[in-house]
């Protein structure tokens, strides 16, 4: 296949069409490790839409980070492999496109922040110099125009005294406001999407709200598609449009988040919801999903949740189940969908 | 900064006592009078030694010529040997060779362990990978003795008699700056491969760092995340090591001058122990503690250069 360059394929900003912004389709990642293939990302599908926020959900190991990493082409290939599916963006497979066409969309127009901001900024530059560099690379613009812009985006992310703090280097900040400089950095150049992993996981928890209000009101402001992926479903409720649950590198559940709530259509995704401990359960004991991710190495037949779930029936050992679509905007991995949701609603 | 370089050379002075009492003690060990070593072959006047002995002050407890040593040290003077030469005259143009030495020695260490390290992490697991690394056991393998008269006929004599090449001298320091490529290049030998080594798993370590992932999720060009993002951090461990070297570098010359003849600091170092000549010995030591203090505060000093995280006050 002819390489292209993301200039020649990918329609400007707005020129949508009816293709979502961002379409995740079939995406399988594994790694090729000594001790066997590694498949974290087992046929993952959702998509986005400008000015809409996706909330990923599921447990540690699940495959959400590498699916992200997939979709920024940033995935250390060895030992990654991505033996099948598509990423579209504007309707562009982001997959077959050549390495410099990928260098443009990456922090362009697409960007990413990471979870622990300390270890994601480089030690020896300073933060002007790191949110600058954006406009040095990316638009050809002087020093001194860049370190402005830093500035304005410093403000815009409510550093306090961003002109006297631009010459510092990242360990100067706190935890919080080294993560508002990641964000500033991010959004440097308007991208059209956002990708935020686990944001605010190393953060306390008046400082995650901040951070997730930021990233909530940049996000209205530019009317950026915002994939947001968390363990912290409470989170989810306030800022997020619709859900993806993923389980052992397959999405689960897809719902738009009201529905899921109400209902999830998923054993996983119920599990997920009984296990946030709520006020009005005070005193009972909290409900945890039984047993251990499955290991990647070596995935349970059929259903990968069967081993964990009540619902098991038994052709869940044999038959993987599909994503069955409930909905226009809702559909559910379980072959037993309709009971979960029964069950859920009642 | 100011303060910290004084408190960094005032700390140094200990470290010149004890390093050089210490080599004063050593030698005064050594068996052998050096009034005696002297004479030679001949015996000499007993009454004459002694006159001798109390002229030198060898008689006296070892803490009291030790001190009569060190007091002249700090006023720069380095004392006399037997033959009545100035240690410090003796000292002037040897040292020039000697530094002029290790210096090419760590400027073709630098160039050439950076350069090939780098390449073999870029090129990590292939076959340049496997070949730089294969290179470096073979640079620790070879004695300096081997690769020194080797590369001197090499490069020295072959090199002008079959090809008509005349660029690298056999021996002598008449050629300037290019009589040292060759000997600089076998001193450096052992250091370039442990620096080789280092430099891959330094670049490796930095590559896998999650900042390294920040500056491609940027949209970095490739050239522009190894260049700037990964080789300063990956360079901070490596100064070290090469400022520590540049001491090694020095005492470890003796070999390779003696091969080379170039009239170093190791040469007069082998020749003066052999002689029993205390002064000289105490000399170079003092001055080579010296100039390793000197290279790690100038290391300490980059260290603070490359990585904000350290500063001193
Ligand atoms: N470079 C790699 N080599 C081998 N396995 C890998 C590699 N990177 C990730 N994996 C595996 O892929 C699986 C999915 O990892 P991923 O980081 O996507 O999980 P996650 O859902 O983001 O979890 P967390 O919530 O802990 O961040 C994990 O089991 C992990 O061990
Ligand atoms: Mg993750």
Partial sequence: ?346 | MGRYVIRRLLQAIPVLLGSTFLIFCTVYALPGDPVMILGGERRIDPVLAAQLREQYGLNDPLIVQYWNYISGVFVGDFGETFQGVQVADLFAGKFQVTIQLAVTALIIEALVGLGLGLYAALRRGRWQDHAVLALTLLLVSVPTLVSGFVLQLVLGVKLKTELGIDFFPISGTEAGWRSFLVPGFVLAGTSIAYLVRLTRTSLMETLRADYIRTAVAKGMPRSRVLGRHALRNSLIPLVTYLGADLGTLMGGAVITEAIFNLNGIGQQLFQSVARRENAVVVGVVTVLVLVYLLANLIVDLLYAVLDPRIRYE
């Fill in chain 1, 1 to 346: 296949m002819k390489k292209r360059s993301a200039t020649d394929v990918l329609p400007a900003e707005g020129g949508l069409g009816n293709e979502p912004l961002l379409t995740v389709d079939n995406l399988h990642v594994e790694f090729h490790t000594r001790a066997g293939i590694v498949r974290a990302v087992n046929g993952v599908s959702y998509s986005l839409s400008a000015g809409e926020t996706l909330a990923v959900l599921g447990e540690s190991g699940s495959g959400k980070s590498v699916t992200a990493q997939a979709i920024m082409g940033i995935l250390d290939m060895p030992p990654a492999v991505i033996p099948k599916g598509e990423i579209r963006f504007h309707g562009t497979n982001l997959l077959t496109l050549s390495e410099e066409g990928r260098t443009q969309v990456r922090g362009e127009r697409i960007a990413m922040i990471f979870q622990d901001a300390l270890s994601a900024l480089n030690p020896v530059f300073t933060v002007g110099w790191q949110i600058s560099e954006m406009f040095r690379v990316h638009r050809g613009m002087s020093k001194r125009d860049g370190m402005k812009k830093a500035v304005e985006l410093m403000d815009k992310v409510r550093i306090p005294a961003a002109r006297q703090r631009v010459n510092d280097y990242p360990h100067q900040f706190s935890g919080g406001m080294r993560q508002r400089i990641m964000i500033a950095m991010s959004i440097a150049l308007d991208p059209e999407v956002l990708i935020a992993d686990e944001p605010t996981t190393a953060l306390d928890v008046t400082v995650q709200a901040q951070i997730m209000e930021l990233l909530a009101e940049l996000q209205r402001e530019s009317n950026m598609g915002l994939i947001l992926i968390t363990h912290d479903l409470g989170v989810v409720a306030d800022v997020a449009d619709k859900i993806s649950v993923m389980y052992a590198g397959r999405i689960v559940e897809n719902a738009p988040v009201h529905d899921i709530y109400k209902a999830p259509a998923h054993p996983y995704s119920k599990g997920l919801l009984d296990s946030i401990p709520r006020v009005d359960h005070k005193g009972q004991e909290l409900y945890a999903i039984k047993g251990l991710p499955p290991n990647l190495l070596d995935m349970p037949t059929g259903c990968a949740f069967h081993p964990r779930c009540p619902y098991r029936q038994d052709n869940c050992v044999t038959d993987v189940p599909p994503l069955y679509e409930i909905s226009g905007v809702r559909s559910s991995a379980c072959h037993y969908w309709r009971e979960v949701l029964d069950g859920s609603r009642g």
